[in-house]
């Protein structure tokens, strides 16, 4: 099986491109769209394809520290480990399966042909079992001592 070519980004690349998507991230909280969408553009210059959708969904899940604009502390904590190359992401990227052969459509019965179909067919037993008596209730006689 052939596996598809590794492919990453250097540990300063990867820290630049943290702090690029968590500047990114606050610009979006205090709503400037234009500059959240200039930062994101520059993060994905840096690094592999899907890497920065694969950090923003991270942050989304709580995976890694949401950048807060008051409390940046934990998110430049992570761009720094990922500078000394404590923090590493790794991707595996598979290849969609194969498309199964498409099966021979099976024709469609007519109205008209299904009569002649039916009368081929034989009723089957409803059951191998005899015949239920009539409900009646049997009497136990009492024992007499």
């Known amino acids: 099986m052939k596996f598809p ?21 606050v610009k979006r909280a205090l709503s400037d769209d234009q500059g959240a969408v200039e930062y994101l553009a520059d993060a994905m210059v840096m690094v592999p394809d899907g890497t920065v959708e694969m950090i923003l969904g991270m942050i989304e899940n ?9 409390a940046m502390d934990p998110w430049l904590e992570c761009c720094r480990r990922a500078g000394a190359g404590e923090l590493r992401l790794t991707a595996a990227r598979f290849r969609p399966p194969r498309r199964l052969p498409l099966l021979p459509r099976r024709y469609l019965e007519t109205e008209a042909a299904l009569p002649g179909r039916l009368s081929r067919f034989r009723p089957r037993r409803t059951s191998r079992r ?13 024992p007499t001592s």
Request: some cysteine; overall charge positive.
């Open 130 to 142: 005899r015949p239920r008596k009539s409900d009646t209730v049997r009497r136990i006689a009492s």
């Open 5 to 25: 070519p590794l492919t990453g980004a250097d540990t300063a690349a990867f820290a630049d491109c943290l702090f690029l998507v968590g500047q990114a991230w």
């Open 62 to 70: 709580r995976a890694l520290p949401e950048p807060v604009p008051g």
